[in-house]
Structure formats: structure tokens, C-alpha cells
């Protein structure tokens, strides 16, 4: 290795660099290529094979080099055809500024600038720097308040070390998940945390390790660009480690102090995982304790073949086992089963869960929980396709302890939806009724037409009719929808809805009005700009309806206005697979958020985007799609990573599917997409 490459390494990590630097028979391309040249009397230079293949590579330590690509790397030189290519390089940067205010007093201002720059280097990986600012104000009828903060990240992705191990190094703020491996239990996960501090990362082809210290803090404001620091700090090791390729072991621990949710304390996780039968079925088994004597313990498996699919889980966890600021679990334990059959024609499927959770109030029972699902759903033919699901959920406290009750819930759908010359026509009727200290039954008549007006324009009605019976009488709940969207020429996207609902009983009559709009634009030279303004009124009257009684009439709107200046821009050479150091750094992930109206689960032309949808990356990164639903991680290691839905930011009555989104392998530089569909919930 050469002395340069060295000292950078033994800067960023001393022990594991220095433990790591030694050349070998699969070292570095920079040891290669000095050990290949060498130095005739005259002053030429001869070169070997090795050599010339890595005249070959697509750029060599352009980090280093400071001609912009016209020099070669250490001992090695120019191509005669013409200067060597530069590596591949991006930089994007973002200002947002927005604007919220209501009829009331209150008001706030957020204005967010980000940039992100990242290049790529053959023997040093690829480097990061990612940096943004935030000032946020606020005001209301009890004061006024400005905060401002900002972040800075330092990232090194993948540096190539002997023997096919790659190095990772990061200061600054950390969005920790120290090994995938852990991630994506059916019940409980073990959460990512955000810290300010510094990271450090080895792997191989089948083997990582991981060690993480710093801060606690969140982001913050509209704009998610500030910090908030907190009191607690948290520090962890991590490895995993494959075995065979079927068997996958891992360990994690961590140290936490001063969280101001979980206090102080010691923990450690443990897994070990396998896939067997060609893939068909595969398990894990997790163990979690910390030093405050509380231990989880969770087991889940399941078996794919074909159309059908068998799944079943069992944990126990006890009441306040926590992982860094969150506390898993209030004390709960039990078992879960389902079989499901998807064929292209049709889908059946039932489950069944039995769980005990602890009570959160001193003196209250444990409450006993059974709950059982069913649905299927056909094709009648290549236009119609109807379908039913059932969801049935009763609660018994343990013993009778004077203030814990029963509780019966049912939630029941059927619809019925028709396809014809890329109109979709949907009539569905929705139940949710609960039986306890107070009764409610709630019964809706949704119909929707769904239908393109051009090429890539979507035109979406959706009209209902609720009632809802209850301790304080029967009320009305009418509802109406319409959204439009599509391009408006080249570069420019719309997308817009609005939306009335109303509400009556014989104490409140209160009716509320939304709109959104939302604008994109490519300006050219890289620039784009985006408006999204949203407007909601809320009018309601309260008190008797007789005419011998007045009513006190209240009313609240609300205005936003976001702004969105963005330029982005990238050049140079990608470093090509199968080329030395292959398997090592980053690629992108990206894709659209759409309403799956078919349930198919592919994208139609008349099934719309969904817009300012929030994307999550193995739970600890995120973004935000949009006006035309799209979403993208820029910079995301090679691996394998699984993508999930913020519900509670995509508009009803859509909403993620029930069953987990299928994971994504990325290969080292490369690109991959998976588009997320949206189901109408209860579906």
C-alpha cells in the first residue's frame, strides 16, 4: 500500500486501517500498480501486464490528483489516446422555504439550505460531504421564538483493504444501523438512532463490523434539516457474520447514558438466521437483553412455494426492555400464524394471533388479546374483480380489577371494481365497529371512478356517504374527492386534489375544505424549482339544535406555502463492475410511490403517483417523493436493503399494503429501483 493511502487510512481508523493494510495476493490496485512498474538505466518505464489491465480502469485516484483527470495515478502513466477520465462525481444542492399560518395567532416561517457532494475514488472509495442549515421561527398567542441549527457529515464509503475487506469511515451526524441483519422483525425492530459524533465501518464479502459513538439528536423543523440536541449519548459495536451462505450470525452491543427516555444502561442482541430449500423457507431467532435485567426474545419463520406462502412468529418481551431512546415493549408475549394463496386470478388468506401485554398503569390487569383475519378476493372476468376482508379483535383484561374493560372490535370490507378502456370504476362498503365502556359503529358507501384523460393525465372521484351510531346518537359523515394531475410540457409536472367532508349530530354540525397544489419545473442547467400550497377551512357549530337554544360557531384556517429550489448536477466515469475492488461502495435507489387500483402491484398508465409520501430506508434513512411520486436515496451502500411507507403521510383511504415490501440487492455502483404500491386500506 502506498504511504499516501496509509496515512489516510490510519487517520480515519487507527487499528482496524493499520490492521488491514498489509498487501496481499488480492491487494489493493495502487500496491499493484507500484509493485508492476519498473525503471529501465535509460528512465523509461516498463509495464507489466498488471499494469496495463489497470490502464484499463475507468479513472485512478482522481481524488488525489489535482489536473482534473489529466494525471495518472502512482506509478503508472497517461493513456496515449488522451488524458485518463475523471471519476464519477455529483453534487446536488436545495433550498427550501416555506410559510404556515392560521386564523388564531399562530405563524411560523422555516427556511432549510442542503448540500450533498459526493466522488468517487478507485483506491480511497468514495467520499461524502453532506451539509445543511436550518432557521426556523415561530409564533403564537403566548410568544415568539427563532432556532437555527445546521449539520455537517464527512463520509468515506468503501475504501478497498486486502483480502476483498472494504473500509468505512464517518464524522458528524450518523444515521446508525450498525448491520442490516437486525432489521425487519414482524413485531418488534430494533430501532436506528440519529447521532453526532463518529463511525467507522469494515466489511467483507462475508463479514462486518461496525462501531459507532456520539450524541443523541433529532431533526427538526418543517424543512428537517436542524438538530436538536439532547442529553443522552450512545455508543455501539456491531459484527455479523455468514456461515456456509445459508446461516447468518450477528451481535450488537450497546451503551447508553443520560437518554432522558431510557436513562442509562448497558444492552446486547444477538441473532443467528438461515435460508434452506433453495430459498424456500427461511427463519431467525433474536435475543435482546440490557443491564436492567429485562429480556426479549423473538422467533419467526416462514416457508414460500409457488402461490402459497405460510408465515408464522412467537416473542416475549418484557416490560421496559429498551434500545437506544426506545423502549421497546410494555411487556407482551405471543403467537402469530397466517397462510396466504396470491395466483394471478385470485388471493384467499387467514390469520390468527394470540398475545398477553402488560398494563402501563400500576394496579391494572395484564390484558389478553385474540384476533383472527381473513380475505379473498377474485377476478369474474378480465374486467371485474370483486373481494372481502374480515379483521376480528377482542381484549379481556386477566382479572377483574375495577377499572380495565373488554373490547370487541370488527372491521369488515367487500368492494367490487371494474376495468374498461383505462376507467376503473370502485364501489366499496367499509364496517368498524367496537364494543366496550362506550359502543360505536361506523358503516360507508365509498364509490370511485378512476380514469386517464390524455397520456400520462389522471383524472380520480371518490364520493361517500358514512353514519356513524353511538353513546351520543347517530351522525352523518358525506364525503367528496377530486384529484387531477399530470405533465404540463416538458420538465413540468401538477398535481392537485380537493377534498369536503362533512359531519352532524344534534350537538355539532361542522363541516371541513382542503386543497393542495402542487408545481414542478426543470428551469435548465441543472435548475429546478417546486410550489406546494395547501389551504384547509374548518367550520363548525356548536351547541343544541332546537330552535329555543343558540349555537356558538367557530372556524379555523390554515395556509402553507413551500418553495423548492434545486440544482443538481454529475460527471465523470462510474467505476465498472468486475473491474478490481468489485463489490465495494455505493449505488442509488430510487423509484414511484403509486395508487395500485388494480392490486397487481405494477404501475397501469391510469394509476396515479403519490406525492410527498414519506420513504424509509432500513428505517433509519428517509425522503420524500415528488410531485411526480418519485423518490431517490442517492448515495446507499451495496447490499441488501428493505424500503417502507410512513402512513400516516399518504392521503385516505390509501395506505401501505400489510405484507412488508420485498428487499432490494444493490450491486456496488449501481442503480436499483422498486416501485412501492399503495392499497386501499382494508383491502
Known amino acids: 500500500m502506498s504511504s499516501p493511502r496509509l496515512a489516510f487510512a490510519c487517520l480515519l481508523v487507527p487499528v482496524w486501517a493499520a490492521a488491514q493494510s498489509a498487501p496481499s495476493g488480492e491487494a489493493s490496485a495502487a ?33 488525489m490528483n489535482s489536473a482534473g483527470g489529466a494525471e495518472a495515478a502512482e506509478g503508472a502513466e497517461p493513456e496515449s489516446g488522451g488524458p485518463e477520465p475523471e471519476g464519477f462525481r455529483a453534487t446536488v444542492l436545495e433550498t427550501r422555504a416555506g410559510r404556515r399560518s392560521n386564523n388564531v395567532g399562530s405563524a411560523g416561517n422555516d427556511l432549510g439550505v442542503f448540500l450533498l457532494h459526493r466522488r468517487e475514488t478507485l483506491n480511497y472509495g468514495e467520499i461524502l460531504v453532506e451539509t445543511a442549515y436550518q432557521s426556523a421561527s415561530r409564533t403564537d398567542p403566548f410568544g415568539a421564538g427563532t432556532n437555527r441549527s445546521g449539520r455537517l457529515t464527512l463520509s468515506q464509503i468503501g475504501m478497498p483493504l486486502a483480502g476483498g475487506w472494504s473500509l468505512g469511515n464517518s464524522i458528524g451526524l450518523l444515521r446508525s444501523k450498525a448491520t442490516s441483519v437486525f432489521a425487519g422483525a414482524r413485531r418488534f425492530v430494533l430501532p436506528g438512532v440519529l447521532l453526532e459524533g463518529l463511525g467507522s465501518y469494515l466489511r467483507s464479502p462475508v463479514s462486518g463490523f461496525a462501531a459507532e459513538t456520539g450524541r443523541i439528536v433529532r431533526l427538526e423543523g418543517q424543512t428537517g434539516y436542524g438538530l436538536t440536541r439532547t442529553t443522552g449519548r450512545a455508543t455501539t459495536v456491531a459484527g455479523s457474520h455468514r456461515i456456509g451462505g445459508s446461516l447468518v450470525t450477528a451481535l450488537q452491543l450497546i451503551d447508553v447514558r443520560d437518554s432522558p427516555e431510557t436513562g442509562s444502561y448497558t444492552g446486547w442482541s444477538g441473532l443467528v438466521g438461515g435460508r434452506h430449500f433453495s430459498d424456500h423457507l427461511r427463519w431467525r431467532l433474536q435475543y435482546v437483553a440490557n443491564s436492567g435485567k429485562r429480556v426479549g426474545v423473538w422467533a419467526e419463520s416462514e416457508y414460500l412455494d409457488g402461490y402459497e406462502a405460510w408465515r408464522g412468529a412467537v416473542w416475549r418481551i418484557d416490560r421496559g426492555l429498551s434500545w437506544y431512546s426506545t423502549v421497546l415493549s410494555a411487556g407482551q ?144 359523515r358525506p364525503t367528496l374527492g377530486v384529484s387531477y394531475g399530470g405533465p404540463l410540457g416538458e420538465g413540468r409536472q401538477l398535481q392537485s386534489w380537493v377534498r369536503y367532508a362533512r359531519t352532524s349530530d344534534p350537538f355539532r354540525n361542522e363541516y371541513a375544505l382542503a386543497a393542495s397544489l402542487q408545481l414542478s419545473a426543470a428551469l435548465g442547467g441543472g435548475w429546478s424549482v417546486g410550489a406546494n400550497a395547501s389551504w384547509n377551512l374548518v367550520v363548525g357549530s356548536t351547541g343544541s339544535t332546537q330552535p329555543l337554544f343558540g349555537q356558538a360557531d367557530d372556524r379555523v384556517r390554515e395556509r402553507s406555502l413551500w418553495l423548492t429550489l434545486r440544482w443538481a448536477d454529475s460527471r465523470g466515469s462510474g467505476y465498472l463492475a468486475g473491474q478490481p475492488g468489485n463489490g465495494r461502495g455505493a449505488g442509488s435507489v430510487g423509484g414511484m410511490v403509486f395508487e395500485d387500483a388494480n392490486g397487481d402491484g405494477v404501475r397501469q398508465p391510469n394509476e396515479r403517483p403519490v406525492p410527498g409520501a414519506r420513504v424509509m430506508l432500513d428505517g433509519v434513512l428517509e425522503t420524500v417523493t415528488g410531485p411526480d411520486g418519485r423518490y431517490e436515496f442517492a448515495v446507499v451502500r451495496a447490499g441488501r436493503h428493505r424500503l417502507a411507507l410512513d402512513p400516516a403521510t399518504v392521503r385516505l383511504p390509501w ?29
Open 31 to 63: 500496491a499493484a500498480a507500484s509493485s508492476d512498474a519498473a525503471v529501465r538505466p535509460g528512465g523509461d518505464v516498463t509495464r507489466s501486464a498488471g499494469a496495463k489491465a489497470l490502464e484499463q480502469l475507468p479513472y485512478q485516484d482522481q481524488l
Open 655 to 683: 395506505g401501505p399494503p400489510d405484507d412488508p415490501y420485498p428487499v432490494v440487492d444493490l450491486s456496488p455502483r449501481g442503480q436499483a429501483r422498486a416501485d412501492l404500491a399503495v392499497v386501499k386500506v382494508g383491502e
Open 333 to 476: 408475549q405471543g403467537l402469530w400464524a397466517r397462510y396466504d394463496h396470491v395466483d394471478p386470478s385470485s388471493y384467499w388468506g387467514a390469520g390468527a394471533e394470540v398475545d398477553r401485554a402488560d398494563p402501563l398503569v400500576t394496579g391494572r390487569a395484564p390484558m389478553r388479546t385474540n384476533a383472527f383475519s381473513i380475505g379473498a378476493g377474485t377476478r369474474l372476468d378480465l374486467r371485474r374483480s370483486i373481494g372481502a376482508n374480515l379483521h376480528w379483535r377482542g381484549s379481556n383484561p386477566s382479572f377483574d380489577d375495577g377499572a380495565s374493560e373488554s373490547r370487541r372490535h370488527i372491521q369488515a370490507s367487500a368492494y367490487l371494481s371494474r376495468t374498461l378502456r383505462g376507467v376503473v370504476d370502485r364501489v366499496q362498503y367499509n364496517l368498524s365497529s367496537v364494543r366496550s365502556g362506550t359502543d360505536s359503529r361506523v358503516q360507508e358507501l365509498v364509490v370511485s371512478r378512476d380514469l386517464s384523460v390524455r397520456q400520462d393525465w389522471s383524472l380520480g372521484m371518490t364520493a361517500g356517504v358514512g353514519v356513524e351510531d353511538g353513546d351520543t346518537g347517530r351522525r352523518f
